[in-house]
């Protein structure tokens, strides 16, 4: 009987796999096809120890040939500037839509959450994610070393530069601008949307970076039934069918009262009746927040809401674990490709 030198096989095997333009064709070589022969010939004694050998070396092989294709990929990824802005209308956004990339799912879904509000009378804008203290907690009724600031520990530059913990830090900034729309009787209607940062010990539900949506609306009329109406508005839309809400009381020192807003899980993505999920944080813009921006409370009134975008993303297509969004693994991302 001849002898086969799996070992050796495996050495040359691997060394074409590297150098092949095309590595999936090594899994055709002669010599793995001998050794497959080989199996039938054998002493039944030998045969199972053998076969499996030689299965451990095709294995071997695939699984150089996975790795050097996810790096080929890799490698012809236009190279690009995550940190530059973008926009709906044409900002470096198109640099994405090549032939061998595709938008990120967050990108994706970010645009229909901000589409279904911009539908609704919404002007949107993105968030910064560089800031400062008062925009972060002064402007928002944090007092000066209340506890409630622990609940956004965040980084901080040396210089006192803040990545922000949430999207409310947009707020102020949404209010000043609007005021002259409500000198002319009209409201305020913007979301603001982007990244934000936490100190967090990393899991499958926590990430040091993620995504939220912030919506601010002021009139002289503004109810918390406005809120609610508007909240479950978008997600109908969003989910493409109707849902069952509920609240519950929570404290944000910007507003009062704070709620926080649940939907029922739908059937259709898996949920069992009484199935709540919590989505955001909401309520009615605490006095002092529009007194901060100059808009005088005692005339208009307003609410605000501000929720993380992965989750509603999560819920849509059953992903179980945050971390694969800024794991830029290509095998998650081409998923959604
Ligand atoms: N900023 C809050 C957070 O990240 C969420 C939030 C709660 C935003 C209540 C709001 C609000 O605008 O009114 O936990």
Known sequence: MATYDIDAVREQLLERV????????????????????????LDPAERGVFGKSVNELKLAIEAAIEAKEESAADAAVVPLDVTAPWDTTGGPIELLRTSQGSQHPLTVELERVVDIFTRMGFQAIESRQIDDDFHMFGSLNFPDDHPARDGYDTFRTEEGFIPP?????????????????????????AISYGRVFRNEDVDA????????????????????????GTLRSFFEAYYGQQLKIKTQPAYFPFVEPGLEFAIEKPAALGGKPGEWLEMLGCGMIHPNVL????????KYRGFAWGGGVERLVMLKYGIEDLRHFESAKLKFLRKFA
């Open 165 to 189: 913990a949430h999207t409310s830090t947009m707020q102020h900034r949404i209010l000043k601008d609007g005021r002259d729309k409500l000198e002319k009787g009209e409201s305020i209607a």
């Open 205 to 228: 539900t926590h990430e040091h970076t993620f995504y939220q949506v912030e919506g601010v609306f002021v009139s002289e009329t503004a109810t918390l039934g406005d809120m609610l």
């Open 291 to 298: 007194e901060a921006a100059g808009i005088d409370a005692k």
């Open 18 to 41: 590297a150098r092949s333009e095309s590595p999936r064709e090594v899994l055709r070589a002669p010599e793995l096809k001998e050794l497959y022969g080989a199996i039938g010939s």
